[in-house]
C-alpha cells in the first residue's frame, strides 16, 4: 500500500511537471530536482538578450588632462611680408594673450616696406598660434590679426583676432612698475642662432631680474648662463616678461623689443606695460 501511494505521487507530479512546461513554453523553463522547481533567476546569474552574461557596470573613469602650461603664449608667423625691389619674405614674433580677441607683442612686428611701424589691418599675413608648448602639440588656437594698434609712448602694439579665444585666462596687464630685483619669467618663440633667423619648434623659457627702470622700457638682467634657450633671440620680439606663481595665470610686466646678440650676456631691453596699461584697455574695449 505505501508503495502503491508512493507511485501515485510520483505519477501526479511528473503529470504537474508536464503541465507547467506545457503551459509556461520556453520564457520559463526550469529544473525539477526531487520535486523542487527552480526559477533561472534562483540558480544562475542574468544574460543579456544574446545569451550572454551581464558585466557589472565599470567605475573606472579617464582622469581628466592636466591643466595646460602657459596657455596664454601666442606665436606669430607671417611667409608674405613685403620686401623692397619686390617679393616676399618669412617672419616671426612671440606674444601673449591679454583679453579673448587681443594679442599683445611687438610694434616693429607690423610695419611697412620701409620697416616703419604701421596700424590698421596688417599690410601682410600674420597668423598666430595661441596655447601650444611645441608645434606638434595637438590643441592650441589658431587664428589670424585683423587689425593692428600700435602704442603711443613705446615699441608695443595690441593685435586683434578674427575669432575670440574663450577658454584661456589671459594675462593681466601691471598698471604700476616692478621694484628693482623683481624676479620675471620670460617665453619666447623666437630663432636659437643669432645669425641664423627662424622660429623655434618650441616654446623658450627663461628667468630674469629687472635691473633697471626707464620711462618707458625696463632692463632685465637673466639669471645664470644665458643661452639661445632661456634668453630672447631674433624674433622673440613681442614675448612676454611676466609674474606668475602657477604657470597657467599670471601678471604682464613687459614685452622684449631688443637686446644683445644672444647667446652673449648684458640687459634686455623691454617695454613697460604699466605706462600703456590705460591705452590698451582702450583699445581692447573699442
Same mark, same amino acid.
Given at each position: 500500500?505505501?508503495?502503491?501511494n ?28 526531487? *520535486?523542487?522547481?527552480?526559477w ?66 611687438a ?9 616703419v611701424?604701421? *596700424?590698421g589691418?596688417?599690410q ?8 601650444k ?27 586683434k ?19 628693482? *630685483? ?42 645664470g ?5 632661456? *634668453? ?11 609674474i ?43
Amino acid at each position: 500500500m505505501v508503495r502503491r501511494n508512493s507511485g501515485r505521487r510520483r505519477r501526479r507530479l511528473a503529470a504537474l511537471a508536464t503541465a507547467v512546461v506545457t503551459g509556461a513554453g520556453v520564457a520559463f523553463a526550469y529544473v525539477v530536482t526531487g *520535486g523542487t522547481v527552480t526559477w533561472p533567476s534562483e540558480a544562475a546569474a542574468p544574460h543579456t538578450a544574446a545569451g550572454t552574461q551581464s558585466s557589472p557596470p565599470s567605475t573606472t573613469t579617464t582622469p581628466p588632462p592636466p591643466p595646460p602650461v602657459l596657455p596664454f603664449n601666442a606665436k606669430l608667423t607671417s611667409q608674405d611680408i613685403p620686401v623692397k625691389g619686390g617679393g616676399v619674405r618669412s617672419g616671426a614674433c612671440s606674444g601673449s594673450l591679454i583679453a579673448p580677441q587681443w594679442v599683445i607683442t611687438a610694434g616693429h612686428c607690423f610695419h611697412d616696406i620701409n620697416d616703419v611701424r604701421v *596700424g590698421g589691418p596688417p599690410q601682410y599675413t600674420m597668423s598666430v598660434v595661441i596655447g601650444k608648448l611645441k608645434d606638434s602639440d595637438p590643441g592650441g588656437h589658431a587664428a589670424q590679426v585683423v587689425d593692428v594698434r600700435q602704442s603711443p609712448l613705446n615699441d608695443l602694439a595690441v593685435v586683434k583676432l578674427d575669432k575670440a579665444v574663450k577658454d584661456v585666462v589671459p594675462l593681466q596687464m601691471a598698471t604700476t612698475p616692478p621694484a628693482m *630685483g623683481q624676479p620675471l619669467q620670460f617665453a619666447g618663440w623666437g630663432s636659437l642662432s643669432a645669425t641664423v633667423l627662424g622660429p623655434s619648434d618650441h616654446l623658450k623659457r627663461g628667468q630674469f631680474t629687472v635691473s633697471g627702470i626707464g620711462e618707458y622700457t625696463l632692463e632685465a638682467q637673466p639669471v645664470g648662463v644665458r643661452t639661445v634657450e632661456n *634668453g630672447p633671440c631674433p624674433e622673440d620680439s613681442g614675448g612676454p616678461f611676466f609674474i606668475s606663481d602657477d604657470d597657467r595665470t599670471g601678471m604682464l610686466v613687459a614685452i622684449v623689443n631688443t637686446g644683445p646678440p644672444c647667446p652673449q650676456p648684458g640687459a634686455e631691453i623691454i617695454a613697460r606695460v604699466d605706462v600703456v596699461a590705460g591705452w590698451i584697455q582702450q583699445q581692447i574695449v573699442a
